[in-house]
């Protein structure tokens, strides 16, 4: 089976790459970089030939409110239809649990544009939602910051390490389409403050965190609930301090988010043939939400 991940030189995207690759499957990582745009078209026939499953990991250089629209409808628009031309028979796209709750935001009403474009086209699909990535912390605090302070709302996420999210998306890849919507999440509930609080500590950054309910997440006002995914998700394993301790701080999580995946993949192969992690789609865990 011919799997071929857009965004595959991604945070998630080289990480599911890999996991395939482990598993025995025929997989391409396409982007920019290998000659294949989703913006543009670039490269997406060839990439696309004979595939039975593409999995989208893309995201939007800019988080500006227009360019990341342009980038979510025209990048969905051209895959989709690509993906209609060659015979594929799953779509997988990765979106962010509580996206019909944030369309205050830009971002969000993005992801849930490329969500309705997946809905709407005529290629089965799965659309999964995660909740925050650990390693997207950082990103929050930049996001929040106000000069030398941080400002954030305490309601409460339930964050996921990357490595987790990957390995769910190659699950989702190597089963049947649901044709709906999953949600997969972390351990642990936290508050938004108190996440980006724990991260900033372990990272020796003395900026101080402000606890403001009335604090924007990228443009959208939060309610206790915004972020958090409902009963039914997938429910990971990996807790954030396991996580802080084991990338030794997050700028080394950073700079070596390869090897965290190349790890993973050591450890795969090395168990193939033997019992080895079960990677195939579990329906039971996946209940769809909508
Ligand atoms: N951050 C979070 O906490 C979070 C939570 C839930 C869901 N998500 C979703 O997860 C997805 C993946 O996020 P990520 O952090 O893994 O992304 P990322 O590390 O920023 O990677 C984005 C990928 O998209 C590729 N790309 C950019 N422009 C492209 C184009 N025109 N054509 C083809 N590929 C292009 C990039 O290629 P280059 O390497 O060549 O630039 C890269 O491989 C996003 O859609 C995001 O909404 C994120």
New binding site residues.
């Given amino acids: 089976m011919k799997l071929v991940v857009?965004?595959?030189?991604?945070?998630?995207?080289s990480k599911v790459v890999q996991l395939l690759w482990a598993e025995g499957h025929e997989v391409v990582a396409?982007?920019?970089?290998s000659g294949?745009?989703?913006?543009?078209g670039e490269g997406l026939e060839e990439a696309l030939a004979g595939a039975s499953v593409v999995v989208d990991?893309?995201?939007?250089?800019s988080f500006e409110d227009a360019a990341v629209l342009h980038?979510f409808q025209t990048?969905g628009r051209n895959l989709l239809s690509a993906e209609a031309i060659a015979g594929v028979k799953h779509h997988v796209v990765?979106?962010?649990?509580g996206t019909d709750r944030m369309l205050e935001s830009g971002y969000f009403r993005a992801?849930f544009a490329q969500e309705n474009l997946v809905k709407a086209s005529d290629v089965s699909y799965t659309i999964i939602?995660?909740?925050?990535?650990y390693?997207?912390a950082g990103?929050i605090a930049k996001a929040s910051a106000r000069g030398e302070t941080i400002h954030l709302s305490p309601v409460h996420l339930q964050p996921i390490a990357s490595n987790d999210?990957a390995r769910a998306v190659a699950e989702v890849a190597t089963g049947h389409p649901v044709n709906g919507t999953i949600e997969v999440a972390g351990p642990e509930r936290i508050g938004l403050d108190e996440l980006v609080r724990r991260y900033l500590r372990a990272n020796h950054d003395p900026r101080e965190v402000v606890t403001d309910p009335g604090a924007r997440y990228f443009g959208a006002l939060l309610r206790e609930g915004s972020l958090t995914p409902a009963g039914t998700a997938k429910i990971c394993t990996t807790k954030f301090d396991e996580w802080l301790e084991r990338s030794q701080f997050t700028e080394k999580a950073f700079r070596g988010r390869s090897d965290g995946a190349l790890t993973d993949a050591r450890d795969l192969r090395r168990s193939r043939g033997s019992a080895g992690p079960d990677l195939r789609f579990q329906a039971r865990e996946f209940p769809r939400i909508a």
Avoid: H
């Fill in positions: 857009i965004g595959g030189t991604g945070l998630i995207g396409a982007s920019p970089a294949v745009n989703t913006l543009t990991l893309t995201n939007s250089p980038f990048s990765l979106s962010v649990v992801k939602r995660a909740t925050q990535f390693e997207f990103g999210i």
